[in-house]
């Protein structure tokens, strides 16, 4: 056996072979010298508190630590602070676009009961026109169209006014109310009187509609 091969040391751990110098295994770091080796190692650890070096280049300042502290807390603050007033103004668009709905709804509504109320009024116009021309309204059978166009077979209260239809009594008849629905005319004395209705947003039929309209006189 050579002297190499006499001081030649082998890891008890990996194997590996070690130079006669080394105290630990460059493989895996395991003690050459078993417990013994190892100890003053250890009990240099226990004496150490910590591994952790604080840094030299650092000083702590309480003056600079109460400023980034201060810092956090501003920051803090101004999250919330912008978050409740990102709600309020949602909050706030919300209820002013269901007021400014409501209102656009109140405008509208507004709007076709005087579009109606107008209307029936033309139409009551053209009503007594009639009358005062023929001497009589228009039957249910004639309806409301004989404002507009003589029927085919046109009859007069007096033969003397038979004749005397000088329509059309209104330029533009309205086929149906702002709501969509009919006008409704009715004559119950063969033309001595009528009455005129729309039936409204709820439908109200009779004396209890908003929107309706009799003849002046009745003869």
Same mark, same amino acid.
């Given at each position: 056996?050579? @002297?190499?091969?006499?001081?030649? +040391? ?21 003690? %050459? ?8 190692? %250890?009990?240099?650890? +226990? &004496?150490?508190?910590? =591994?952790?070096?604080?840094?030299? =280049? ?10 980034? #502290?201060? $810092? ?7 999250? @919330? ?5 990102? #709600? %309020?103004?949602? !909050?706030?668009? #919300? ?11 109140? &405008?509208?509504?507004?709007? $076709?009961?005087? !579009? !109606? ?11 007594? +026109?009639?009358?005062?021309? %023929?001497?009589?309204?228009? =039957?249910?059978?004639?309806?409301? &169209? ?5 029927? !085919?077979?046109?009859?007069? *209260? ?5 004749? *005397? ?34 039936? /409204?947003?709820?439908?109200?039929? /009779? ?5 309706? #309209? ?6």
């Amino acid at each position: 056996m050579s @002297i190499e091969e006499a001081h030649e +040391r082998i890891c008890g751990q990996c194997g590996a072979k070690l130079a006669p110098d080394l105290r630990y295994c460059l493989q895996c770091y395991f003690p %050459v010298g078993g417990a013994e080796a190892a100890r003053p190692h %250890v009990e240099l650890a +226990r &004496k150490t508190e910590t =591994t952790h070096r604080p840094d030299p =280049t650092i000083v702590f300042s309480p003056e600079k630590h109460e400023e980034i #502290v201060r $810092r956090t807390r501003t920051r803090k603050r101004a999250i @919330i602070s912008g978050a409740i007033a990102l #709600v %309020v103004v949602v !909050a706030g668009l #919300v209820a002013m676009d269901a007021f400014n709905r409501r209102q656009r709804a109140i &405008k509208k509504a507004m709007a $076709r009961e005087q !579009a !109606a109320l107008r209307e029936l009024n033309l139409m009551t116009e053209a009503l007594e +026109r009639f009358r005062s021309d %023929v001497g009589r309204y228009p =039957t249910n059978e004639e309806g409301l &169209k004989c404002l507009e166009r003589r029927p !085919a077979a046109f009859t007069s *209260n007096n033969d003397r006014q038979s004749s *005397n239809w000088f329509g059309p009594y209104i330029d533009n008849l309205p086929e149906v109310d702002p709501w969509g629905e009919d006008y409704i005319y009715h004559t119950s004395d063969g033309g001595h009187s009528f009455e005129l209705l729309s039936e /409204g947003p709820g439908h109200g039929t /009779g004396s209890e509609s908003r929107f309706r #309209v009799i003849s002046k006189v009745s003869y």
